[in-house]
Every structure is written in C-alpha cells, then in structure tokens.
C-alpha cells in the first residue's frame, strides 16, 4: 500500500509574550486550532509525535491532548531543532503504508517567560554529560560552536561579517510584514554589527531572539485529506541526515548535513531548487541560513555571501526565506522546526497576508538541530 500524504491542518498558540499560560496549555492551544483547520475530530487522531524530552514526555502529553486513547504509533525524536521535520518523514511514511491515517505533529515552550522566572539556564551546552563534558567546562556553549563555524567558513570562502548580518536585516524586514511577529522594527547592517557581542564574530543581532510560543500540524491519506476543511499541501519528498555532536568528529565545519536529506527531499519530489518559490529553514543563527541555503542547492559551496546580498531572502525577492521573520525577529521558543512547516503551509494556501509570496506552489523547508548536527529536509507542494 502507498498512499499520498498531506498537511491538512496546520495552526499556531499565541506565541511572543505568553505569561498567562504553560507549555501544555500551548500545545493544547496549537492542536485545538490545527484540528480545528483541518476539520479532523480528535477521535481521528491515530497517531501523535513531539519531542521527548524534558517535562512534557510524549504519552503524557497525548493524554493531556485527549488523544492518548486511541493513539497506535508515537515518536519522540530528540535531535533538536530539526525533530519536526523528521517527525514529518515518519508519519509520512507510516501513513503512506497504512500503519494509520491520521497523525498530530505538536509543540509548545515558554523558554522566554521560564528565563524570566529563573526557572531554566541560558547556559546552552545541552547537559555537561558524556563527551560534551569536555567542552561545557571551557564555556564553549551551542552558540561557540555556530560562532567557530561562521569563521571557519570567513576564512575559507572570504564570507564578510556584513553579509551574515543582512541575513538578519532581510529577516527583519519580512517580520515587519508579519503583525504576529515579535520583532518588527527595521534594522540595519550597522545595528547589527554594533549589538553586544556575544560570541565572535555574532552580535546579539545575528542570534536568534526567545520567546514563547507553539505549533501543531495535521496529516493525513489522500482520501481523507480531499474532505478536509482547508486546501491540502502535500508531502512531496523528505529526508533526514546527521553530522556529529562532537566537534572534533565534525569533518567539515563549512558543511551542513542538510546537503544530504537535501538530496533525498528533492530526489523524491522530482523538483530542483530552481523550482522552489519560498524557503523556510532554520535560522537559530545568521550562519545556520548561510550553510542552509548552500547545503540545500541555492547557490554553490562558498558563495552564500554573495548570494543574500541586495535583498534577495526578502519578501518580493529573488528567493523568499523565512517569510514570518523567522527565528531571529519572529518567534523562537526553543526549537523552532514546527513552525517552519506551519508558515510553508500558510505561504502555499495564500493565507499570509501582507508576506505572501505569490502565486506560491513549492516550498523547502529545512530545519537544523544542535550545532549543525541534525537536518530535517521537506518539499511541500499545491498539487
């Protein structure tokens, strides 16, 4: 059996400033509504996947969603930011089989209102167990990790500061076409090379913000998707990949693992990145966009800087990313995978308002996880 899949509900919780609810509640929240875009009753639901870790494990969380009852396959992933994209291929797959029919993608953290209460670190070193003990000691933290990269990738290619800094102007730009967005004010290169320093060469500006915030999506069979509420995007190719978690057994620093789910994802669909009309990737730094879009097949190994010159990642550009704002202006509560494949299926359905790209039938979506250590590839599609 081999059936199509698609996304046929797809929904946010409030998201920026959310002081008056918890992570479940929020997952609660974005379910509810992405339930409620596709027309699916809950008691559809034969499939649920979130991540595992931390306070909200996946079965308690079915249970909480009113789902756990007649759930038949569940996954918890823990890769990092990337886990929803790879939630997608498995329920893809297991759908596609008829293992079951209905699956629930969720999310949903209050990062930003728990450091506010003191109730997490900001220390980001994932734990200081097994081989990363060797690193947390020494402070060098996820973001020294993105920072050694960025300059590894500068020396080899002639990258500039300026041109990973317009990768934050550009996405700035397109959250102030986005009224949810946390972010909205313009910035220039100059206001990003002049924000704190937070590790060389990335200014505050080239990290991306915390907030709050959740999403869910909805998939289902071809049959079924056809009766739904909403239009139907479809689950046109995926693929997943992983690099290291060690950096001494990071072979490459200029080189993502996407270029390997990438080519899965765009093997499947039967499409080149030629074709593809917005992109929404993963963008915890300026530089995660940077070896995205040249792990993805947007332009060559080395030639990213010049390539997000002039505007080209804005809405109205030459290659529309990250059209909510992304991660850097919009909302990042943590891991931020889910809501990648939420604003791809909005820019499909035209439901974006002031950001949308038109007339867009093809989307790439590539999340990353940990310090370019796990990648997540889809190609979504109108037809």
């Known amino acids: 059996m081999t059936r199509r899949v698609a996304i046929v509900g797809a929904a946010l919780s409030d998201c920026g400033r959310v002081d008056d609810k918890s992570a479940f509640e929020l997952h609660h929240q974005?379910?509810?509504?992405?339930?409620?875009?596709?027309?699916?009753?809950?008691?559809?639901?034969?499939?649920?996947?979130?991540?595992?870790?931390?306070?909200?494990?996946?079965?308690?969380?079915?249970?909480?969603?009113?789902?756990?009852?007649?759930?038949?396959y569940i996954d918890s992933t823990g890769v990092g930011g990337s886990c929803w994209e790879?939630?997608?291929?498995?329920?893809?797959?297991?759908?596609?089989?008829?293992?079951?029919?209905?699956v629930v993608l969720s999310y949903g953290s209050t990062s930003r209102a728990d450091l506010k209460r003191r109730m997490r670190t900001a220390n980001l070193y994932f734990g200081n167990k097994g081989p990363i003990q060797f690193d947390a000691p020494f402070g060098h933290t996820l973001i020294a990790k993105h920072a050694m990269s960025a300059r590894r990738h500068m020396h080899e290619f002639g990258t500039t500061i300026e041109q990973?800094?317009?990768?934050?102007?550009?996405?700035?730009?397109?959250?102030?076409?986005?009224?949810?967005?946390?972010?909205?004010?313009p910035i220039t290169i100059e206001d990003v090379q002049s924000s704190r320093m937070i590790a060389d060469p990335f200014t505050k500006l080239h990290c991306c913000i915390r907030s709050?915030?959740?999403?869910?999506?909805?998939l289902t069979h071809e049959d079924r998707a056809r009766d739904c509420a909403g239009t139907p995007i479809w689950v046109l190719g995926t693929g997943e990949a992983i690099s290291h978690s060690t950096m001494s057994e990071w072979a490459d620093f200029t080189e993502?693992?996407?270029?390997?789910?990438?080519?899965?994802?765009?093997?499947?669909?039967?499409?080149?990145?030629?074709?593809?009309?917005?992109?929404?990737?993963?963008d915890s730094f300026t530089l995660t966009v940077l070896l995205t879009l040249e792990g993805l097949g947007f332009c060559k190994k080395g030639e990213g800087g010049a390539f997000v010159e002039g505007g080209t990642l804005r809405v109205g550009g030459a290659l529309p990313t990250n059209t909510d704002g992304g991660g850097l202006s919009s909302c990042q509560p943590g891991m931020r995978g889910i809501f990648l494949l939420v604003e791809a299926v909005k820019q499909l359905r035209g439901q974006c308002g002031q950001r949308q790209v038109p007339d867009a039938r093809l989307a790439a979506v590539n999340a990353t996880g940990g310090w370019i250590s796990s990648t997540g590839t889809a190609i979504l599609g109108r037809e």
């Open 212 to 218: 709050d915030g959740g999403g869910a999506v909805v």
């Open 86 to 102: 790879m939630f997608l291929e498995h329920a893809a797959a297991a759908i596609a089989q008829g293992q079951i029919d209905t």
């Open 30 to 72: 974005a379910t509810s509504r992405a339930l409620a875009d596709a027309g699916v009753d809950r008691n559809e639901v034969d499939g649920f996947m979130s991540h595992g870790t931390g306070a909200l494990p996946p079965i308690e969380l079915a249970e909480y969603l009113g789902l756990a009852s007649h759930i038949d």
């Open 164 to 185: 990973l800094a317009e990768i934050a102007v550009s996405a700035r730009y397109n959250a102030g076409l986005n009224p949810d967005a946390y972010y909205r004010d």
């Open 256 to 282: 993502s693992p996407c270029v390997r789910s990438a080519r899965r994802a765009f093997g499947q669909a039967g499409v080149t990145p030629e074709d593809i009309d917005v992109v929404e990737v993963y």
